[in-house]
């Protein structure tokens, strides 16, 4: 686990199953952009800048901030916002193994 001071005083703890997750999910992305722009001459909404979204979960202790987990979000582009029922779905599997766990 990775573990950082900020400027503010806080000490942050990055398990590496965040890290995963986000490389994961953005290496994902850019594969899917990279195979849809070679499928079709048509532009990708999607892949403006190969950007991801995602969520990070943890929990702050004092001074102390450790991150445990995370998870992409679905973006839509023609909207601009995020799947807020995708959101709510995540969160309760993740809570829930974290609370189970416990």
Not at 47 to 53: A, D
Request: with cysteine.
């Amino acid at each position: 686990m990775a573990s950082s001071s900020s400027g503010s005083g806080l000490t942050f703890k990055l398990h590496p199953l965040v890290i995963v997750n986000i490389s994961d999910h953005h290496t994902r992305v850019r594969a899917q952009i990279q195979h849809s722009a070679s499928a079709s001459a048509a532009p990708l909404a999607e892949g403006v800048g190969g950007r991801v979204f995602g969520c990070v979960i943890g929990v702050q202790r004092g001074r102390t901030v450790e991150i445990f987990n995370s998870f992409e979000l679905l973006y839509d582009p023609l909207t601009h916002s995020l799947d807020r029922s995708f959101l709510e779905k995540k969160q309760e599997l993740c809570f829930g193994v974290k609370s189970s766990m416990m």
